[in-house]
């Protein structure tokens, strides 16, 4: 079955430690995108990518990174810069950076040890 | 800016009654797209319906229909014959359609418990 991949379901940091949150899809889709939940809250964009090898910072993007050296795959990494890093991350696709339908992941849950 | 308001943070409705969730949106834009994602306990975002704003007919699908006025920028949810499995977190979202599906912003979202 077609669809998005997030891993792991739950990730612990510990204070200075970078993680990164993976995600794959089989989609074939061009673009992807990181959202990040807080209680209470909306999805706000973190990062997204329109097309491979090229990626674009979106609404809250400062303490994290991405890459996208593979059309599947967009792991974000959440960096020691981040104060505030526990949250609820969503990683979604959509067909291409156009199209407004987006398909969703599961999501990881970080918490700071 | 765009923003999406959903003014009512928890609802309940009984098993197989019928129940209206909120929400009203800003914007300057003409044309643009406007969602309603439901948010099991699993925390999967799934897409429930969606209105094109040049469309005066509203969206259904199934026992989910919206009540779209564009004048007033309300789009609010209603879901028939309600389920134990529309148990969720519903979240309201609004894109323009210049520019892409970054430009999505979501409303707070709506606690809906379908009791038995």
């Known amino acids: 079955d077609g669809g998005i991949t997030q891993s792991p379901k739950y990730l612990f940091r510990k204070e200075g430690q970078n993680v990164t949150l993976s995600c794959e899809q089989n989609?074939?889709?061009?673009?992807m995108y990181w959202y990040r939940q807080d209680p209470g809250q909306g999805l706000r964009l973190i990062y997204y990518s329109q097309i491979v090898n090229d990626f674009q910072k979106g609404d809250i993007a400062e303490g994290y990174s991405v890459s996208r050296e593979k059309k599947e795959s967009f792991p974000l990494t959440v960096t020691s810069a981040q104060k505030n890093p526990t949250a609820f991350y969503l990683c979604?696709?959509?067909?291409?950076?156009?199209?407004?339908?987006?398909?969703f992941g599961s999501g990881t849950q970080l918490s700071v040890l | 800016a765009q923003t999406v308001t959903q003014s009512q943070p928890e609802m309940s409705v009984q098993e197989a009654e019928t129940v209206t969730l909120s929400c009203t949106y800003d914007?300057?834009?003409?044309?643009?797209?406007l969602f309603w994602y439901k948010q099991p306990p699993s925390r999967q975002m799934i897409l429930v319906i969606r209105?094109?704003?040049?469309?005066?007919q509203n969206a259904t699908e199934n026992r989910f229909s919206v009540n779209f006025q564009k004048a007033a920028k309300s789009f609010s949810l209603k879901i028939s014959d309600s389920q134990l499995g529309d148990t969720a977190m519903y979240f309201c979202a609004f894109s323009p359609t210049q520019g892409g599906s970054e430009k999505l912003v979501f409303g707070k979202g709506t606690k809906l418990t379908v009791n038995p």
């Open positions: 914007t300057s834009e003409n044309n643009y797209y």
């Open positions: 209105q094109e704003a040049y469309k005066q």
């Open positions: 979604a696709s959509s067909l291409n950076w156009a199209n407004e339908k987006l398909f």
């Open positions: 989609l074939n889709h061009d673009a």
